[in-house]
């Protein structure tokens, strides 16, 4: 079991860069599977990266080769660096950690706060 807590949202203009972190806190941590979600205003929840015991680090199509998830399992940190942000990116993110095999594949869920990024044009 895990708790995790964001930081490091804010306001960006087009173009720049943030970066987030979640803190973990909890037994085992390296054994959980790790996730960053998103949620637009008047969208579902996607999911933008994920890291997992068994497969690679996967990201979704929008933010491949702009965004890059770096875990740190001493830390117990999992940090999300967003560069050249678009105002599409703007979302509430969520940290999320479950013990699953595969993701989301089990009962367990374990989802942070969540941190506001806002992208201006």
């Known amino acids: 079991q895990v708790q995790l807590v964001e930081s490091g949202g804010g306001l960006v203009q087009s173009g720049g860069s943030l970066r987030l972190s979640c803190a973990a806190s909890?037994?085992?941590?390296?054994?959980?599977?790790m996730a960053w979600y998103r949620q637009a205003p008047g969208k579902q929840r996607e999911l933008v990266t994920s890291?997992?015991?068994?497969?690679?680090?996967t990201y979704s199509d929008s933010v491949r080769g702009r965004f890059t998830f770096s875990r740190d399992n001493a830390k117990q940190t999992g940090d999300l660096q967003m560069n050249n942000l678009k105002p599409e990116d703007t979302a509430i993110y969520f940290c999320y950690a479950d013990p699953c095999a595969r993701l989301g594949a089990c009962g367990s869920a374990y989802w942070g706060q969540g941190t506001q990024v806002t992208v201006s044009s």
């Open positions: 909890g037994a085992e941590f390296e054994r959980y599977n």
């Open positions: 890291d997992t015991y068994y497969d690679r680090t």
